[in-house]
């Protein structure tokens, strides 16, 4: 057995917003501490790209370091949440560790030497199987803390306590709802979950009051597991941790996490900022190694060179939805921005990697005959952020992609579908003031009435063209520089977090002191 001060496991659902931020924050403990080994627990589908990215975050003389991340997959999954298989494989393995015994890979048949018992957990907040696997096997002798991979401010509102305007304990209101009106505890919980409340208004720290349905700009059809199975059961998980890692800056949203720290304290327990989560290493190693995740990212660097001598610096507009979103129910309305684009004369790239993203063959033959676009399943996302050709990202407002632009400098038009999406939009347009929300692009409870202005979307064709004709014109002229030169003032703050004196370095040092 090799001796061990201190050995840490992580583990997220496969869904790579998840995944990714907690890779590089595993990257962090090693680099931190000496004596830290972490036990990095994935799936099998993810496996080859958690490696990948994992050796952005290390330079090639830091392979010492390195060695002490142990990426190890325990399965495959169907689901990127509640997957029975690697629930059952996560807490026979967890025992193996507990145990003290050696591992084995199920994506390369690699055996894992033993390690000490591990000290802490750090545990995806949409995983409840593990979570409760490790409270089962361990009881407190082992610390388990929660990994909330998105906005603070959401935190509140899809999982906080109804005194901080959250819902508070869905499971507890499902099955009340389920007693009195006969309907299933499934249904009941769909209706909390998935269905505003018309009318009503949440107010968050931070946060310009709005209109419930406006958490729900888009009619997209989330995973039904993922509203049933595990939103019920995160505000307990949350009570029941003994802490919090948010992936957020601090100095992004003060409010937000000192509202989440307060509540913490009042049990004794710490919450600890941990954003941005980019790769540690040079900003060269990572771009080259983020290269390997996608086939056509040698195509697209060399479309972005070309870009850069023909159209100039922040010329190019940058589309993505991330891994899951996509604007399903109205695609329409995607390619009438494109058609903007192209009006204008803009230069893109469209990142289609969502599994529901379908595009025509008549949209395939208009971008190649534009010639000033790609269109592309897997894009190398943040070596295209930091290319110089690159001026503004139309994104969905995962937090990913958020923390990515901001550190990268470039300011967002946000397309927001759900979770902690509508809350960035918000954030990012009107209390910051760093980048714009379209509002014409939005379907179902999304053209309902805004609170915060009483504006009411048509969301029309004509109205998404209009719209879009008048954001890239401000985007472009003199409003969009203001908006980029405050940019630049949060972006220095954010990336900052890091360094010494920063609120991310304190915490995750305060958090491994505790070890």
Known sequence: ???????????????????????????????????????????????????????????????????????ISIGNTKSFVNSEEVDNNFKEVYKTLVAEGEIVCTKTAARFPSLSKPKAVVLDFFAPGPFHSVKAVSGNSVKVYGWSPGLTYAVFYLFGPESMGGKGNVRLKAEEKARLTGKSFRDAVKELVFEPVEGEIVRLPGMPPMYDHEYFPQDFPMPEELGVEVFPLVHEMMIESDGVFLFTPESYEPQAVAA???????????????????????????????????????????????????????????????????????????????????????????????????????????????????????????????????????????????????????????????????????????????????????????????????????????????????????????????????????????TSEWEDGGASKRDVSAFLDTL
């Open 260 to 494: 989440v720290k307060a509540w913490y304290g009042e049990t004794g327990r710490h919450a600890y900022a941990t954003g941005p989560l980019l790769p540690s290493a040079s900003q060269a190693n990572a771009n080259t190694k983020e290269k390997k995740l996608s086939g056509e990212a040698n195509a697209i660097q060399a479309f972005l060179d070309e870009t850069l001598k023909t159209s100039g610096e922040k010329s190019l507009v940058y589309i993505s939805f991330g891994s899951i979103f996509w604007p399903v129910k109205t695609p329409e309305k995607l390619w009438a921005f494109l058609d903007v684009l192209m009006e204008l004369n803009h230069p893109f790239i469209l990142s289609n990697a969502s599994p529901a993203a379908q595009i025509p063959d008549e949209i395939k033959d208009k971008v190649k005959t534009y010639g000033k676009g790609v269109l592309s399943p897997w894009t190398p996302q943040q070596l295209i952020l930091d290319h110089p050709a690159t001026g503004w990202f139309v994104a969905h407002g995962g937090h990913n992609g958020v923390t990515e632009a901001i550190s990268a400098g470039v300011p967002q038009i946000l397309w927001p579908f759900g979770g902690d999406q509508p809350l960035n939009a918000v954030h990012i347009a009107d209390n910051l003031q760093i980048g714009y929300e379209l509002l014409q692009v939005r379907s179902g409870h999304g053209l309902k009435q805004i609170y915060r202005t009483g504006y009411t979307p048509k969301g029309t064709i004509e109205a998404v063209k209009a719209e879009a004709r008048e954001v890239l014109a401000k985007a472009f002229g003199e409003d969009g520089a203001k908006r980029r030169e405050r940019l630049q003032a949060v972006r220095k703050n954010v």
């Open 1 to 71: 057995m090799v001796a061990v001060e201190k050995h840490i496991v992580c583990y997220a659902v496969e869904a790579w917003g998840h995944v990714r931020p907690l890779i590089h924050l595993a990257a962090r403990f090693v680099k931190l501490r000496p004596g830290v080994i972490v036990t990095f627990l994935t799936t099998d589908g993810f496996y080859d790209r958690v490696k990948t990215e994992l050796s952005r975050s290390f330079e090639q003389h830091e392979q010492e370091l390195a060695e002490r991340m142990r990426v």
